[in-house]
């Protein structure tokens, strides 16, 4: 039984990949649009302000390139190292644990690993079955 339900599970696992890779696209890009765009939660930036507004450039279009499946090993690499100086640079100063809460929040800098290394296995493994590199042969 475990075997057959393996084997099963085995056969959609391309699929699910790109349902992964949709969800965290789309929530990446979330921030970038909240960020640039005041949308869907405002963050008042001006525009320009560093990093903020950059790192928000970056979600926004990494996280539509890997929503749409799109170039999404580089734009996973873009995102998995934006994560990486994010947590580096903000979170893990405060306190050494993601989960910390000195780190702002109940553990402020867990997004940012959790994002990071999501991130990070969509540059090893690629989009999953459904995606626009799919049709460009990659």
Known sequence: M???LDARLTDHAPTVLSVFRVVFGLLYCVHGTSKLFGWPVSTDLPTGHWPYWWAG???FVAGVLIMTGLFTRAAAFVAAGQMAVAYFWEHQPLALWPIDPAQGGHGGGEPSVLYCFAFLLLV???GGRYGLDRLRGQ
């Open 57 to 59: 450039l970056i979600e």
């Open 124 to 126: 090893f493994t690629g």
């Open 2 to 4: 475990p075997a057959d």
